[in-house]
């Protein structure tokens, strides 16, 4: 594709709303017709209701820290398109994307491709681009639930369930239990196991049970967090004690001193399954954790995308002085109450002003419910999409929060009662508002923002 040219996805997200079932029938018709494409890269698969991105996330720097090419595939986006396939050594925009687009339109006879949705076509051309890149280590970061999730084509060599909450219930149902069974699904036989122990599931009587009876029925090693490895908060150390394995304590300094209490969690779940791979399955091509720990403190490569967005600080100069912001992409109940707890984590406490955008078929009165219950005043917003949301959507007892069609127009009002010595605003309720908001102050992901600069922010 020539730099004259215009990338237009249209097409392939006129696809988002169509095919959206069950079943890995169709992606896997393709996936063979294409001779697997990236089925020889190793490859790390991470589900879980909320914290999946930043701990893929995290996993894909600490590979990337070995300056070889390493793949993350994630979803959603904040801005642009080619966020979702981010490789260590090779710059992705959307032109390069849209390139294997094109050829993957080329290669699939057309009733193999009409019958795939937006989602599927998006995982394919995650597996063509980091097979044409030579990646040597993947990645990737399920879209919804786990069973039936096109990234479960794949034959990972660790399986990851980050935490298990209620969210999509549209898809997955609303019992704790069976959200936890489908996010199972993405294990392997006599493959470990990670579990982050997070989500309301662990509060459902009979959940550990049920986590033991599945690992074992197949032979699934299981590493479990707080039990296998954890973050320490007596030392603010990463302690990793892994059966079998050289013991770790590794310290959080340098980029990782600001981040919340939810973050040092996920990157214990990282170290966790980087320390195992290295050791246990590609001994000699990896550096050694203890080695790399110093270089992920420094902070100093390029930060995956998906880390953006994660009580991630803005400082916003406008006429009256700097205003401070932390950006949060928590969009259901168990996110936003781990949002409000990472904030006290880094000694915000007190009431916090905030502006919040909900998608329409998130359950937004109960994250209006636990947002309130520590952020004041909450002014609403809207934006430009099929899924906003709008004022009649909520219940009686939160009609009376402000609630304004544009973020400008909610921007404007909170620069009105914006006070110099007050705590920082939080904006938070969806990935997709956050990600607009990110774009409205020129602050979306791009290549070569370090590590550092992005879990430090502004201020």
Not at 148 to 160: E, G, K, Q, R, Y
Not at 263 to 283: D, F, G, P, S
Not at 341 to 361: E, F, H, N, Y
Request: charged share 20%.
């Amino acid at each position: 594709m020539t730099e004259d040219e215009t990338v237009d996805f249209d097409a392939l997200f006129a696809k988002r709303s169509t095919h959206i079932k069950p079943g890995l029938q169709r992606i896997e018709r393709s996936y063979e017709f294409l001779k697997r494409p990236a089925a020889a890269i190793p490859a790390a698969l991470i589900s879980g209701t909320n914290g999946k991105g930043s701990t893929s996330g995290f996993l894909w720097y600490l590979f990337a820290l070995n300056h070889r090419n390493v793949g993350l595939f994630s979803s959603p986006h904040l801005a642009a398109f080619s966020e979702r396939c981010q490789l260590s050594l090779t710059p992705c925009d959307d032109a390069m994307l849209a390139d294997v687009w094109r050829e993957l339109q080329k290669e699939l006879p057309p009733d193999l491709y009409e019958e795939l949705s937006f989602f599927e076509i998006t995982t394919l051309l995650a597996f063509q681009l980091f097979q044409a890149k030579a990646a040597e280590f993947q990645v990737l970061e399920v879209g919804l639930g786990g069973r039936w999730d096109a990234t479960n084509v794949s034959d990972p060599l660790i399986s990851c369930v980050v935490s298990v909450s209620k969210d999509h219930q549209e898809f997955l149902g609303s019992d704790l239990l069976g959200i936890l069974d489908e996010k199972l699904g993405v294990m392997r036989p006599g493959r470990p196991l990670f579990w982050g122990n997070g989500g309301e599931v662990c509060q459902v009587p009979g959940y550990r049970e049920q986590l033991l009876q599945k690992t074992e029925s197949q032979h699934v090693p299981l590493f479990e967090a707080d039990r296998d490895f954890g973050y320490d908060p007596g030392s603010d150390t990463i302690a990793l004690n892994l059966p079998n394995l050289p013991l770790c304590s590794l310290p959080l300094q340098g980029a990782l001193t600001p981040i919340p209490l939810f973050l040092r969690r996920n990157l214990a779940l990282a170290a966790a399954m980087y320390h195992y791979l290295q050791v246990t399955q590609t001994a000699g091509l990896w550096k050694p954790l203890t080695e790399i720990w110093p270089l992920l403190c420094e902070g100093q490569a390029p930060a995956p995308v998906t880390l953006y967005g994660r009580s991630q600080r803005l400082r916003i100069p406008t006429a009256h002085g700097a205003v401070r912001l932390i950006l949060d992409v928590a969009h259901n109940p168990d996110g936003a109450q781990a949002f409000l707890t990472g904030l006290a984590s880094r000694g915000l406490v007190g009431p916090m002003p905030a502006l919040v955008c909900i998608l329409k078929d998130k359950d937004m009165n109960r994250i209006l419910d636990v947002l309130r219950s520590r952020l004041h005043p909450v002014i609403l917003f809207g934006i430009e999409h099929e899924r906003a949301w709008q004022p009649e959507l909520l219940e009686a007892r939160h009609r009376d929060l402000p609630f304004y069609a544009s973020f400008q127009e909610a921007w404007n009002e909170a620069l009105v009662r914006w006070n110099p010595n007050e705590a920082p605003w939080a904006v938070c309720g969806s990935v997709l508002a956050v990600g607009r908001i990110l774009q409205h102050f020129d602050s979306a992901p791009k290549d070569g923002i370090s590590l550092e600069r992005c879990l430090s922010g502004d201020w």
